[in-house]
T-cell receptor
């Protein structure tokens, strides 16, 4: 079993739709959680950190469920420009080298 | 403020050749990382560094060496390239505060080994 698992998709949604991605992690000692966005043939870029209380940034909402060991990303009112691969990242918190990336979920927003 | 830069952007090597990839960051980050990303797969950590003069192995270190002689630079070396090392290589850096482990990535180096 992978340490960090994501549904690879692809998720194909129309503009304006709401879409949610989940990411599960196996290490219960994990302390830091992030969502990154990666456009085709580009580098990953931080989308948002995920805090225990949940956090929101515009149309994006991230939540953490420690009991079930998963994090989620909700995108409301999808735009064409949201088309990308979304990477879940989990860090144990005690070792900089222990950031584990999921394989990513691909989202395509269609007109 | 350039962030994280990588050179070269593209390279084609023949099996057995050697090369060095250079990563530079101007954000005064303590930590630096080298990843590889193969088609359809996630990022895998090759080596990382928590400070000048220190390096550590990641998930897939075999066939690579690294050096961190200056805080702002992190070099990745391939001593004898193999076709299995064809990949996109990303460098990243971050602060050392565990609450700030957000990583900032360079644009990547696309390496093909024939």
């Amino acid at each position: 079993r992978k340490e960090v698992e994501q549904d690879p998709g692809p998720f194909n949604v129309p503009e304006g739709a709401t879409v949610a991605f989940n990411c599960t992690y196996s290490n219960s000692a994990s302390q830091s959680f992030f969502w990154y966005r990666q456009d085709c043939r580009k580098e990953p870029k931080l989308l948002m950190s995920v805090y225990s209380s949940g956090n929101e940034d515009g149309r994006f909402t991230a939540q953490l469920n420690r009991a079930s060991q998963y994090i989620s990303l909700l995108i409301r009112d999808s735009k064409l420009s949201d088309s990308a691969t979304y990477l879940c990242v989990v860090n144990e918190g005690t070792n900089a080298g222990k950031s584990t990336f999921g394989d990513g979920t691909t989202l395509t927003v269609k007109p | 403020n350039a962030g994280v830069t990588q050179t070269p952007k593209f390279r084609v090597l023949k099996t057995g050749q050697s090369m060095t990839l250079l990563c530079a960051q101007d954000m005064n980050h303590e930590y630096m990382y080298w990843y590889r990303q193969d088609p359809g797969m996630g990022l895998r950590l090759i080596h990382y560094s928590v400070g000048e003069g220190t390096t550590a192995k990641g998930e897939v270190p075999d066939g690579y060496n690294v050096s961190r002689l200056k805080k702002q630079n992190f070099l990745l070396g391939l001593e004898s390239a193999a076709p299995s090392q064809t990949s996109v290589y990303f460098c990243a850096s971050s602060y050392s505060d565990r609450s700030l482990y957000e990583q900032y990535f360079g644009p990547g180096t696309r390496l093909t080994v024939t």
